[in-house]
């Protein structure tokens, strides 16, 4: 007799979209999204926070997300990144988190990236830089990242990188970004 659940014996694991974009969060249900996987990845998952991974960089980052796309259209996000500008024309970018049924396939972290500093470019960036996780230095040397110098987060192992600007023209925004103060 067939399970009226699981027809075929087991559970069929669920559709992964195959298209994704990266756009600066605009709408609510984005940014609300945003939040939510950050908490998910930084809080829950790293444990590098407790409660909440919110900061002062928090108040003038902007909010990248990557979106899965279902017949072209936005169906949920799948990763996060922010940047924000440190000083006059220097921006960083961090907590780039991707849900965990999207990782390994490299796409969502590499339109996170090029989101960031394309933006970034775009608003005026002649320094870009990034405080990457030691696990994560090789995936953003293949980026066109260099390392400039170990350092350490929350007890963590990391690197501050840059981007070679060249790699990431500056991008034509769709629409207007809020100025960074």
Known sequence: MLDPVYPWGKPLRPSLASQFEACVAREAWQIEAYW??????????????EGSDVDVHDERALPIVAESLSAGMPERVVGVVRIFESEPRVWYGGRLGVDPSYRRHGAIGSALITCAVTTAHALGCSRFLATVQQRNVRYFEQRHFSQI???????????????NLDAYPPAALRSPVREVA
């Open 36 to 49: 939510q996987l950050r908490t998910a990845v930084f809080v829950g998952e790293q444990g590098l926070f």
């Open 149 to 163: 110098e170990p350092t350490e987060v929350l007890g963590k192992p990391h690197v501050l990188m840059q981007a």
